[in-house]
């Protein structure tokens, strides 16, 4: 049985027997792992804590036949407290923990870039850096073009012709022009374009700066674009409060 040590932001867990939890984690260096935290349901456990939803931290692992096993655990961000305490938050932090689940699929692959993307946009939420709703589509965005599903706001997503344009089709992969326009697509405002462009690239200045208008037409974009492409529905994702 070998030890080997990780970052991790934990994405769910499951009750086993009657004392111990399955954790899964994405984790810095070994991608998604599921390990047995060992008596950590009881009252007297040491790090119990620590393995709850959102939180990032510092593990030790023992390997497993199935499932390694937690044997240390050391807080990093304490992020599980401050999004459980507040309902909008808590069901905007799920949907990223949720898409992080979908995207990163296969056990013990390293997926170092979904790892730094979730852990960010955790650490924004939790610390309210910005409005949590435009946490959520910048993570969603982002997450899905590492994926390989990265839309495009500007130029043509089936052409290629320069934009800008003033149509949007979530099955063509973004902004779309005259031509290439299939029945049934979005006609969303330019500021919402700049806006979805800015949450993509990361631009805080303009994200924040946009009207609430704007936010709301990009979020109805951003989710059925990721909903789309995840090819099954978030099913956290009705329960985000958009203000």
């Not at 992020?79 to 990223?96: E, F, H, I, K, N």
């Not at 997926?111 to 955790?122: P, S």
């Amino acid at each position: 049985m070998s030890l080997y040590r990780d970052e991790a932001i934990v994405l769910r867990t499951h009750k086993l027997g009657e004392a111990d939890r399955i954790v899964t984690l994405l984790t810095r260096q070994h991608g998604k792992v599921r390990a047995v935290g060992k008596g950590v349901r009881r009252t007297t456990s040491r790090f119990g804590s620590r393995l709850e939803p959102f939180m990032h931290v510092d593990l030790q692992l023992s390997t497993g036949r199935n499932l390694d096993i937690v044997t240390q655990a050391e807080t990093l961000g304490p992020y599980g407290r401050p999004l459980a305490a507040d309902y909008s938050l808590y069901t905007v932090g799920t949907v990223m923990l949720e898409t992080a689940d979908r995207l990163v699929e296969a056990e013990h692959e390293p997926a170092l870039q979904q790892y730094w993307l979730l852990v960010g946009a955790v650490r924004a939420l939790a610390t309210r850096e910005h409005a949590p709703g435009l946490v959520l589509d910048s993570y969603l965005l982002r997450a899905l073009a590492v994926a390989g599903w990265a839309p495009s706001f500007a130029d043509c997503a089936r052409c290629g012709e320069p934009g800008p344009h003033h149509a949007f089709s979530v099955a063509s992969g973004g902004a779309v022009c005259t031509r290439c326009r299939p029945p049934g697509s979005a006609s969303p405002a330019p500021e919402t374009f700049a806006l979805l462009a800015a949450l993509l690239a990361g631009d805080w200045a303009v994200a924040d700066a946009s009207a609430e208008r704007h936010r709301g037409e990009g979020a109805g974009l951003v989710a059925a674009f990721s909903q789309f492409h995840l090819e099954r529905h978030l099913r956290s994702l009705p329960h985000v409060e958009r203000v």
